[in-house]
């Protein structure tokens, strides 16, 4: 999603040629990786097997993640500045997904695979994406005080704090920035499940319900941010 392709649905068997752009050294580098291997699988290297996944986050279970995870800092920075701009109406969505689940999907679907499977490319990711809208809600819930103000109020406190606070700016840049600004710093944009939806075809047909993707709602993000508050990060 991080490209100039304007669908809002993405199937698992697309192939890369329907974008022009893409944007960040990290999403091209993914970009040219998946290249090669399909240019292999054409060539014929049969048991080739393409994995794409969402935004990992932290564990479902002990709610453990990386400090400077993309979702961690975010988090981060909402609990020490406690403020979110007003939306004005707008939603921004952000993809979730556990990382013992993105695990244990890999692991599920890679051991049931050989150079006779029909599918070979497969989503990893939550169904479910998380709304800016109801992470405060979730915020409210748990008592955690966070001050929605106006954009420009919003723009000039993050501008005044302190450097290590700047992800909360950054993670927002959708709304916040103009779009030619917003384009330089798009690889550092959260919110790029934004009115787009994955296609599961080929990863539900091996988990079958097995093993789900653990929704995106209060009682795991109460681990986050618990896992967080024992860290002594807000």
């Given at each position: 999603?991080?490209?100039?392709?304007p669908?809002?649905?993405?199937?698992?068997?697309?192939?890369?040629?329907?974008?022009?752009?893409?944007?960040?050294?990290?999403?091209?580098?993914?970009?040219?990786?998946?290249?090669?291997?399909?240019?292999?699988k054409?060539?014929?290297?049969?048991?080739?097997?393409?994995?794409?996944?969402?935004?990992?986050?932290?564990?479902?279970?002990?709610?453990?993640?990386?400090?400077?995870?993309?979702?961690?800092?975010?988090?981060?920075?909402i609990?020490?500045?406690?403020?979110?701009?007003?939306?004005?109406?707008?939603?921004?969505?952000?993809?979730?997904?556990?990382?013992?689940?993105?695990?244990?999907?890999?692991?599920?679907?890679?051991?049931?695979?050989?150079?006779?499977?029909?599918?070979?490319i497969?989503?990893?990711?939550?169904?479910?994406?998380?709304?800016?809208?109801?992470?405060?809600?979730?915020?409210?819930?748990?008592?955690?005080?966070?001050?929605?103000?106006?954009?420009?109020?919003?723009?000039?406190?993050?501008?005044?704090?302190?450097?290590?606070?700047?992800?909360?700016?950054?993670?927002?840049?959708?709304?916040?920035?103009?779009?030619?600004?917003?384009?330089?710093?798009?690889p550092?944009?959260?919110?790029?499940?934004?009115?787009?939806?994955?296609?599961?075809?080929?990863?539900?047909?091996?988990?079958?319900?097995?093993?789900?993707?653990?929704?995106?709602?209060i009682?795991?993000?109460?681990?986050?941010?618990?896992?967080?508050?024992?860290?002594?990060?807000?």
């Amino acid at each position: 999603v991080s490209t100039n392709d304007p669908r809002e649905r993405f199937y698992e068997n697309d192939e890369l040629n329907t974008m022009s752009e893409v944007y960040g050294g990290y999403a091209q580098s993914k970009w040219v990786s998946e290249k090669l291997l399909m240019n292999a699988k054409q060539s014929g290297m049969d048991s080739i097997f393409i994995y794409r996944f969402g935004l990992i986050t932290g564990d479902s279970k002990t709610g453990y993640s990386k400090r400077d995870d993309f979702f961690s800092e975010f988090l981060q920075s909402i609990l020490n500045l406690k403020i979110l701009p007003d939306l004005e109406g707008k939603e921004l969505s952000v993809d979730v997904t556990a990382l013992d689940y993105a695990a244990n999907a890999c692991i599920t679907i890679s051991s049931q695979l050989n150079h006779t499977s029909k599918n070979s490319i497969f989503h990893i990711a939550n169904p479910k994406s998380l709304k800016l809208s109801e992470l405060i809600s979730i915020f409210t819930q748990l008592q955690l005080s966070i001050s929605q103000v106006p954009k420009q109020q919003f723009i000039d406190f993050c501008k005044s704090s302190e450097l290590e606070n700047s992800y909360l700016y950054l993670s927002l840049s959708r709304f916040i920035l103009e779009n030619r600004a917003f384009t330089l710093i798009r690889p550092l944009d959260l919110f790029q499940a934004t009115s787009v939806q994955f296609d599961f075809t080929n990863t539900n047909q091996i988990l079958n319900s097995k093993i789900e993707c653990p929704k995106p709602d209060i009682s795991l993000l109460q681990k986050y941010i618990q896992f967080l508050e024992s860290q002594e990060l807000f």
